[in-house]
């Protein structure tokens, strides 16, 4: 028990450095690019109004963007002071809004979209995974795996844009682009929540289609050498149900090494399927992220590399200490 | 001293001496892309209730493959072409070879289970101990309620010396002798009559093996179950088993009493394999190895499979294949009527 406290301990000093790292790193690095903000948006003013801007409209400018000339120190302080009222600054393509708000609005839309499918694709696959791993070389094992190796290396924006052409445009079955029909009022009504599946359904089935067949070419190999072990033989032995011996005994060890990768895909999550969102135009965090990429938004930029930095340390806090819990192994090795 | 004299080993149920195994002809081929390897031959035994049969050999002869037909454990390429494997269980007389899965299923570990070699790779890594008892409990006993099957386990752990409390550790945590005990008093948990055991004391040390073949002898005392026992090491068999059984190359070319096997071996690679260990309570002994290693299956001499290594081998030994006659395969003891 101590030493299993002892391991927390010791993962979550590990996790508070990495964090602190991440934010000490997406504060240098557009310092340490050429250009800053203050300097882009006086550039872009000049160049639309054709004459110079004026001192206290460069004063204003600097005050909202940080002056690149402020000594470095003194920049970071004012940048953890900004954080720790989750003030990530403003954006510059939207301005004034503050880049919280935009991330905030995007946030619920990714992490339904990609938070979903990557559950439902991590089920799917793991499930036909151990199927075909039960019995390798079986009918099922035979058609599905090399399929599956097939699809999978199949590229998404092409899966994604030939999904949206036949069912959304030939077929006209789902809406052409965006996460919710804009002639409703957000809210929870009946209506708009109709909406929000029917826009969401096909991004959501390119992304389980695409990325199921990886969970489910690692867990049948996991699973094909885990059947091969003695406890496995023994369970047989002990006149169990198959579905118990497969379940309890094969697949609930062969899965260790996929968890894993799961826990890594919730962290992900968070950053948004950025083909996905380009493709159907969705409203998360990935378009978010295009747009500010097209547009040099430094700020956006910034912030959202910050929330899907701190999104996957989390995700493998989390992942560690489930794996506490699913390995019980583990706990002593620390 | 383990060695005990075969006492009145009897359910009364089934009457002294009754059969619970008799396996006849038994042959299990590896399919492979050539022809097939046979790893077990034409192998014949009978064990009575509430014995203990030894099964000894040297690596590929065939003893673990002969393990997996007997509890129908075998995995492809293995394959039983031909023989059958009689079972009177309590509930009457079948055929193990011919089984369905579901007769199958309900006839495992009620009355037929199984110690595999390793305890470590045998348990479940991330079950606690408990758990692995009370799941194979409620299967067969759908009756049984949890929290007595929890308590069932605590029992079964007991009965091999391991204290109540470690029913909720997982394996890592225990000691590899407390693993293969546990692992003993699983195959014990719903009371079987027969107990296949694989080479169940060859991953702890001398000491734990003692202790582990004592609590093997009390328990079949106490609970009147029949085991084939296998294992590479003829000495420990001496001590333990009632019968011995040799196997050479897929055959068993000597069965007898594990007192006149050892006295008075009768086939030379039984006399081969007593003389490579040294004796422990008789006067000392010269000791001797067997030259030679065992054959290919892939590829078996003509004949008696042992005869290139065989020191009396004559006339015709590397032709003829001599049969189980008698309790031994070997054409010194054969008249000429009983060669093949």
Redesign the interface.
Known sequence: MKRRWAFLLRRLGFYLAAAAAAIGLNFLLPRLMPGDPSSAIVEELERVSGQQVPAETLMSIRAIFGNPSDNLAQQFVDYLQQLSHFDLGVSVVNFPVPVADLVWQALPWTLLLVGTTTVVAFAIGTLLGVIAGWKAGSRFDAVLTPLTTFLSSVPYFWVALLALWVFGFILGWTPLSGGYDADLAQGFSFAYAVSVLHHGVLPAATIVFSAFGGWLLGMRNMTVTTVREDYVLLAQAKGLSTARVMFRYAARNAMLPSFTGFAMALGGVVGGALLTEIVFSYPGIGYLLYEALQKRDYPMMQGVFLLITLAVLLANLVADLAYVVLDPRIRERG | MITEPAPGLVTAATGPNSTVLSVRGLTVDYLTDGAPVRACDDVSFTLRRGEILGVAGESGSGKSTLITAL?R?QRPPAVTTEGSIEFHSRDGSVDLVSLSASE???????SL??V???AM???????RIGAQFV??LR??DKGLGRKDAWARASELLGMVGISADRVRS?P??LSGGMRQRA?IALALACGPELVVMDEPTTAVDVVMQRQILAQVLRLRRELGFSVVFVTHDLSLLLELADRIAIMYAGRIVEIDTAHSLYANPRHPYTRGLRDSFPPLRSPLRRLSGIPGSPPDLRNPPAGCAFHPRCPDRFEGCDQERPLLVDGVACRLHQSGENRA
Do not use: F, G, K
Not at chain 2, 104 to 110: D, G, I, V
């Open positions: 509890t454990l199958l299923r309900a006839l495992r570990w009620t289970a199984i595999l070699q390793s790779d045998a348990l479940n890594p991330v079950m799941d194979v299967s067969h997982y890592h945590e692992s």
